[in-house]
């Protein structure tokens, strides 16, 4: 089952770039821009990966982003995850990055975008990986902050695909960025947003996402089966759930296996993706050898975790459908 994992052609949609920041890469890049570290080896930095809550993840995720300060750092960081991805037989992703937390340490966003881009170009040439960019608001900045973001990322509109919404949750209510989500429909966008996993209020921040806000999708969203009306409102929409289940498992008390199978036999279209690789030590490859291990998942619902993955990209239609067919080829 392992060799037929790696050989599925497979889709990511939940994976934050600057969290496939893999310790190598960083001592790199801090002697490339001459930035200690406050661990001598990449085994000390490994071992300080003990994550109980997302707030104790984001302070280590937001503290390793400081050597990112050039476009060649963001183009290699974006190459490093994508020849990863090529190597795991992803054929397509859709990539969150986070300007605001490079802007907001002076690095402008110009630098960030134009070496991201420039990774997915190469990547798609050279190693058939294609790729495109969501941008995210830091939920636990101001609204006020986000819409100056959205503004700038404009001149770059054709570049970005969708936006989205991660951060620290607590607090910090989708309802919070309604005028930000409302301009970026207006400007082309589509939009996700995160509803991460056993949150204050999580039944009422999906309420909000899905039915004030509007998402094309959902990042994480498990929570949402403790509300029988909004698992009926997704499924007539055919709204999509980005989940990750080891992350899950380093954030909250377990990866969410049962609830990720409950939402398949309910029909909703839930999809396996890697969320912050680099810092859980598993891309999207272990993911769905993770959760085939807890579920004993058949081949034809590990493919359809990628049927569904493909339907609900921000693709043309005959896109999906060549991915599709890779897909039934493979299984045949």
């Given at each position: 089952m392992?060799?037929?994992?790696?050989?599925?052609?497979?889709?990511e949609?939940?994976?934050h770039?600057?969290g496939?920041?893999?310790p190598?890469l960083?001592?790199?890049?801090?002697?490339?821009?001459g930035?200690?570290?406050?661990?001598?080896?990449?085994e000390?930095?490994?071992?300080?990966?003990?994550?109980?809550?997302?707030?104790?993840?984001?302070?280590?995720?937001?503290?390793?982003?400081?050597?990112l300060r050039?476009?060649?750092?963001?183009?290699?960081l974006?190459?490093?995850?994508?020849?990863?991805?090529a190597?795991?037989n992803?054929r397509?992703a859709e990539i969150f990055?986070?300007?605001?937390?490079?802007?907001?340490?002076?690095?402008?966003f110009?630098?960030?975008?134009?070496?991201l881009?420039?990774?997915?170009?190469?990547?798609?040439?050279?190693?058939?990986v294609?790729?495109?960019?969501?941008?995210?608001f830091?939920?636990?900045?101001?609204?006020?902050?986000?819409?100056?973001?959205?503004?700038e990322s404009?001149?770059y509109?054709?570049?970005?695909?969708?936006?989205?919404?991660?951060?620290?949750e607590?607090?910090?209510?989708?309802a919070k960025?309604?005028?930000v989500?409302?301009?970026a429909?207006?400007?082309?966008?589509?939009?996700?947003?995160h509803?991460?996993?056993?949150?204050?209020?999580?039944?009422e921040?999906?309420?909000q996402?899905?039915?004030?806000?509007?998402?094309?999708?959902?990042?994480?969203?498990?929570?949402i089966?403790?509300?029988?009306?909004?698992v009926?409102v997704?499924?007539?929409?055919?709204?999509?759930l980005?989940?990750?289940?080891v992350s899950n498992?380093?954030?909250?008390?377990?990866?969410?296996?049962e609830?990720?199978?409950?939402?398949m036999?309910?029909?909703?279209?839930?999809?396996?993706n890697?969320d912050?690789?680099?810092?859980?030590?598993a891309?999207?490859?272990?993911?769905?050898?993770?959760?085939?291990?807890?579920?004993?998942?058949?081949?034809?619902e590990?493919?359809?975790?990628?049927?569904?993955?493909?339907e609900i990209?921000?693709?043309?239609?005959?896109?999906?459908?060549a991915?599709?067919?890779?897909?039934?080829?493979?299984?045949?």
């Amino acid at each position: 089952m392992k060799d037929f994992i790696a050989g599925l052609p497979k889709c990511e949609l939940h994976l934050h770039i600057e969290g496939t920041l893999e310790p190598e890469l960083k001592f790199e890049l801090a002697a490339r821009n001459g930035l200690e570290l406050p661990y001598a080896t990449v085994e000390e930095m490994r071992a300080a990966y003990t994550f109980d809550s997302l707030s104790s993840f984001l302070t280590i995720y937001y503290e390793g982003m400081r050597v990112l300060r050039t476009e060649p750092d963001f183009y290699d960081l974006a190459m490093a995850y994508l020849r990863r991805a090529a190597e795991q037989n992803v054929r397509y992703a859709e990539i969150f990055f986070d300007p605001q937390a490079h802007t907001s340490r002076g690095v402008p966003f110009d630098v960030v975008i134009r070496g991201l881009r420039r990774a997915l170009l190469d990547a798609h040439a050279q190693l058939g990986v294609r790729a495109q960019l969501i941008m995210c608001f830091l939920r636990d900045f101001q609204a006020e902050y986000a819409m100056a973001t959205l503004l700038e990322s404009l001149p770059y509109k054709e570049w970005i695909v969708g936006v989205g919404l991660d951060s620290d949750e607590k607090g910090n209510p989708p309802a919070k960025f309604a005028a930000v989500y409302e301009r970026a429909r207006q400007e082309g966008y589509l939009l996700t947003m995160h509803c991460d996993v056993d949150q204050d209020d999580a039944i009422e921040h999906i309420r909000q996402a899905v039915e004030e806000i509007g998402v094309d999708r959902i990042d994480h969203g498990v929570n949402i089966l403790e509300d029988q009306r909004l698992v009926e409102v997704v499924l007539a929409r055919g709204t999509g759930l980005t989940c990750c289940p080891v992350s899950n498992g380093y954030v909250t008390d377990s990866m969410k296996a049962e609830g990720i199978r409950k939402l398949m036999d309910l029909g909703v279209r839930v999809t396996v993706n890697s969320d912050d690789p680099a810092y859980f030590a598993a891309y999207v490859q272990e993911n769905i050898e993770a959760l085939h291990d807890a579920l004993q998942l058949s081949r034809e619902e590990l493919a359809r975790l990628q049927r569904n993955a493909f339907e609900i990209t921000w693709l043309p239609r005959h896109v999906k459908d060549a991915y599709l067919t890779e897909i039934d080829a493979y299984l045949s």
